[in-house]
């Protein structure tokens, strides 16, 4: 089960950079994202009343802190993402930028979250690093036209992105992911709206290609990406779902090779293979926990983002 979770985790992730790339031609970032937020919100929230149990004992503090999570998670990374792409950085690049996060990740895991991270899990954690710059440095030679600050932005939504996840980590309840989806949305549905209203761009294009390209954004990216990324975090932890983030740079630039020709060239499969290797020695160095420990955190109800078992 972990494994086919991975898997549609990755794919369903690495979708949202294509969904991006076909959206940046019809509409601006900030229409994109409204339409794509704003009719996904109307309907969680409508269906929110039929699903009570989920929303039992959730309070407004627990409530304010998903919003805040989905401002991370959401609004600053895609936003930065979109924009990104629509500036002319290939979306392949954007996923390799991205592809840094794991490495942020587990080095804050340990301050931030108190938990042990093994020096197999590091060798890893670099070692998918490596994999990502491959795939960077060939994308880069090949030259996409974008100017050079434009390459800054993505780095600022993988910071979110972590900000988010350690964020969600610490807090002291678990949040059922129907409810954390919901808020996610509404969210980014206000303030995506509130943006393309106060640059003019909420009106959008009658084109096919846009409402295609949001269908694909709303059913893989936000269903398949999201709710697949909290649903793991909550079964194994910060740092394996953080390494599956190195695979999303190399299965980006295939998908992106094959649907918009963008350059997939003999580096840019042995940052594949070297991303691949990576995640197997992560997910293998995972440090045993002590029978100790297991009780300890079965009784406290607390989670363990770091050393969960399989």
Known sequence: MNALLSAAFVLSWSSGF??????????????????RFLPLALVLLAAAPLARRPWRGVGARALARQAVIGLLSQSGYLLTVYHAIQLGVSSGTTALIDGVQPLVAGALAGPLLGRYVSGRQWL???????GVALVTLADAGAGGGAPRWAYLVPPIGM????????LESRSPARTAPAVAMTVHCATSAVLFTVLAAATGTAVPPADASFWGAVAWLVVLSTFGGYGLYWLILARSGVTRVNTLMFLMAPVTAVWGALMFGEPFGPRTAAGLAVCLAAVVVVHRGEPPRRPADRRKTAGAGSRDPVNLPS
């Open 159 to 166: 910071c979110c992105l972590v900000a988010a996840t350690f």
């Open 124 to 130: 890893g954690l670099v070692l998918g690093a490596g």
């Open 18 to 35: 294509i969904g991006a790339k076909l959206g940046s031609g019809d509409a601006p970032a900030t229409t994109l994202l409204m339409w």
